[in-house]
T-cell receptor, first 113, second 112 residues
Framework: DAGVTQTPRHEVAEKGQTIILKCEPVSGHNDLFWYRQTKIQGLELLSYFRSKSLMEDGGAFKDRFKAEMLNSSFSTLKIQPTEPKDSAVYLC???????????FGAGTRLSVL | QQKVQQSPESLIVPEGGMASLNCTSSDRNVDYFWWYRQHSGKSPKMLMSIFSNGEKEEGRFTVHLNKASLHTSLHIRDSQPSDSALYLCAASRGGSNAKLTFGKGTKLSVKS
């Protein structure tokens, strides 16, 4: 089985641009998570979907971050407009159940100039 | 304030030595703990999980949990250069992934 696939691996954006990150979860997994990872804050939850329904929208990230899951095998994270402080690694993870292991993708490294 | 605190921030151990990593939650409602390992430039991968008081051993890795103090520790014996990575501790209530909180991690370097 394929793992979690994230594209692109690297993204460079100008301040104010809109960027869309993509994620394909492990086939059959019902839970999908978007995290942001920085050295200062560590891993922060952005969004959580269960069976395509948005369960958690990450509170503080609501205003410029929007995650969608149009079908069970594909999710997007849109950041609009981007700011330099958004520079980070964005990780997508999936799980087969609420108490099960998270499987992470390789991440997208975003640099906002 | 970070709800999951890990110490030390970084650790250097000689090859063949013992590495001990600590993690404490300030949320008294958590009762499930995971350890994830993230090699440089790679994604985190689950290493071990523990839900009951006591100890769990898998090969060179041993995890302890004290639920009363909400403290877990990870011990790596006979450390290898390939163990060099960022070790992330995560905690949740009732084992729910939706309420998983990660610590900032301990960076382990094993020197040969």
């Amino acid at each position: 089985d394929a793992g979690v696939t994230q594209t692109p691996r690297h993204e460079v954006a100008e301040k104010g641009q809109t960027i869309i990150l993509k994620c394909e979860p492990v086939s059959g997994h019902n839970d999908l998570f978007w995290y942001r990872q920085t050295k200062i804050q560590g891993l922060e939850l952005l969004s959580y979907f269960r069976s395509k329904s948005l369960m958690e929208d990450g509170g503080a990230f609501k205003d410029r971050f929007k995650a969608e899951m149009l079908n069970s095998s594909f999710s997007t994270l849109k950041i609009q407009p981007t700011e330099p402080k958004d520079s980070a690694v964005y990780l997508c993870a999936s799980s087969s159940g609420t108490v099960n292991t998270l499987y992470f993708g390789a991440g997208t490294r975003l640099s906002v100039l | 304030q970070q709800k999951v605190q890990q110490s030390p921030e970084s650790l250097i151990v000689p090859e063949g030595g013992m590495a001990s990593l600590n993690c404490t939650s300030s949320d008294r409602n958590v009762d499930y703990f995971w350890w994830y390992r993230q090699h440089s430039g790679k994604s985190p991968k689950m290493l071990m999980s523990i839900f009951s008081n006591g100890e769990k051993e898998e090969g060179r890795f041993t995890v302890h949990l004290n639920k009363a103090s909400l403290h877990t520790s990870l011990h790596i014996r006979d450390s290898q250069p390939s163990d060099s990575a960022l070790y992330l501790c995560a905690a949740s209530r009732g084992g729910s992934n939706a309420k998983l909180t990660f610590g900032k991690g301990t960076k382990l370097s094993v020197k040969s």
